[in-house]
């Protein structure tokens, strides 16, 4: 139950039930990472001794040293965006919007819980730029891109559609490139490497 979204610990104090603080999403959000990076996360807890987390997550060891600068700063974030999110799942959408207000000035984002929503949210809106995940219900993303591209108008053509994947594996990366997606970032969201994208196809 605790790893649920917004579900939250209670306590008696004085014959009254009161909440922690929070919004109750750290562990859901937490549960959610380490699932995405393949691995499990587990609780011991017992009433008033306390409680401890852990999870278990397997890397491959690189055997060569390399050395990565992170240079953010360099970029140059555009500003007045109006982005539309398009993800069906509430953790991964609230990362996202959290990450996008941290970086973009004045930026305005609309959300659509599937394609299907998608298509018709720019059919009747002006969009800088489309976060567009891949699996969704009713309709996917790549589908969603597709139906986008094929209308007549100019926008449709032109209107910068960044794909969101678990699993960037050269097939799905060139099905994202058929489709009509500008480029594609992978999930969990890594911040320079997303900032990179949307400067790059915003520009």
């Known amino acids: 139950e605790i790893f649920k979204s917004f579900e939250q ?31 499990e996360i587990y609780l011991d807890s017992e009433i008033n001794k ?39 799942t509430p953790i991964n959408r609230f990362l996202a919007i959290e990450i996008l207000k941290q970086n973009f000035k004045n930026v305005k984002i609309d959300i659509a819980e599937n394609g299907k929503i998608a298509v018709e949210k720019i059919e009747s ?33 032109t209107l910068p559609i960044l794909g969101l994947t678990a699993n960037a594996i050269p097939q799905q990366l060139q099905e994202a490139k058929d489709a009509g997606m500008n480029a ?12 990179k994208a949307i400067k790059k196809v915003t520009s």
């Open 9 to 39: 610990v209670y306590s008696s104090k004085n014959n009254k039930k009161y909440f922690s603080e929070g919004t109750g999403l750290g562990l859901s959000i937490t549960k959610e990472l380490v699932e995405q990076m393949g691995g």
């Open 50 to 88: 306390g409680s401890k987390f852990y999870f278990n997550l397997n890397f491959e060891i690189n055997k060569e040293t390399v050395i990565i600068e992170e240079k953010t700063q360099d970029f140059t974030f555009p500003e007045n965006l109006n982005i539309l999110l398009v993800e069906d």
């Open 125 to 157: 809106n002006t969009y800088d730029l489309v976060l567009m995940d891949f699996k969704m219900p009713v309709m996917d993303g790549l589908e969603a891109t597709k139906i986008i591209r094929a209308k007549a108008k100019p926008y449709f053509k």
């Open 184 to 195: 594609c970032v992978t999930k969990p969201i890594y911040l320079p490497e997303l900032l």
